[in-house]
């Protein structure tokens, strides 16, 4: 099964393709061949693998994603600078929990605050659904907060652990109106900007807008 994954990485093919959003999913995959994946994904940053209960997700993200996601994060960097919080980027890196059989690259993640190693926050720009239910993953992660952009919308969610029953639906994620992590920060305006294409204009109304 391993040979198969790697094949399906070293394609030329899916490297070729015009703007791919391509995914792959393999069942029955163990732990071991998952941090098979990974290494032999260590130097190439155009994967996002994600496993959940031996369940493999590669996705070759097309450029439109990787241009959304982009924006979102320097607009979300720009707020946090703008307003002094302290943070930490951390890009896309493996976060995984072997005990948890949970593994994940978000888009884009931060710790706010104190350097930890395990993101605070987590986003994620959804082009095409994918077969492993993310919040479930991001949730055996102990992740606090998920942000999902999709169709020129953020969904917010946070961790409820003391009361995870209540939201069994989202895994123990409770859907909010606006951040909890960063409470002063507008949505619909972040939302507003993220979609305008040309980077200068977007950063300028932005700034306008947090004041």
Request: hydrophobic share 35%; net charge negative.
């Amino acid at each position: 099964m391993v040979s198969s994954l790697f094949e399906l990485i070293d394609d030329p093919q899916l490297a070729g393709l015009d703007d791919p959003e391509e995914r792959f999913t393999r069942s029955e995959v163990s732990w071991q061949q998952y941090e098979a994946v990974l290494a032999k994904l260590e130097n190439n940053s155009h994967y996002r693998v994600t496993y959940l209960d031996g369940v493999l997700e590669i996705v070759s993200p097309s450029l439109r994603h990787e241009k959304l996601k982009k924006r979102l994060a320097t607009l979300v960097e720009f707020y946090l600078l703008k307003k002094r919080i302290q943070h930490t980027p951390m890009g896309s890196p493996t976060v995984r929990k072997r005990l948890k059989r949970a593994g994940a690259e978000p888009d884009e993640c931060y710790c706010i605050g104190e350097e930890k190693s395990i993101p605070d926050l987590a986003i994620e720009v959804v082009i095409t659904s994918g077969s492993v239910d993310k919040l479930e993953t991001y949730r055996r992660l102990e992740v606090t907060e998920v942000w999902m952009w999709k169709v020129n919308r953020l969904t917010l969610y946070r961790l409820r652990e003391e009361t995870p029953s209540k939201f069994m639906g989202t895994h123990g994620y409770e859907p909010i109106a606006s951040s909890e992590l960063l409470p002063d920060l507008n949505i619909p305006l972040l939302e507003q900007c993220v979609t305008i294409s040309d980077q200068i204009q977007a950063i300028d109304e932005f700034e306008e807008g947090i004041g």
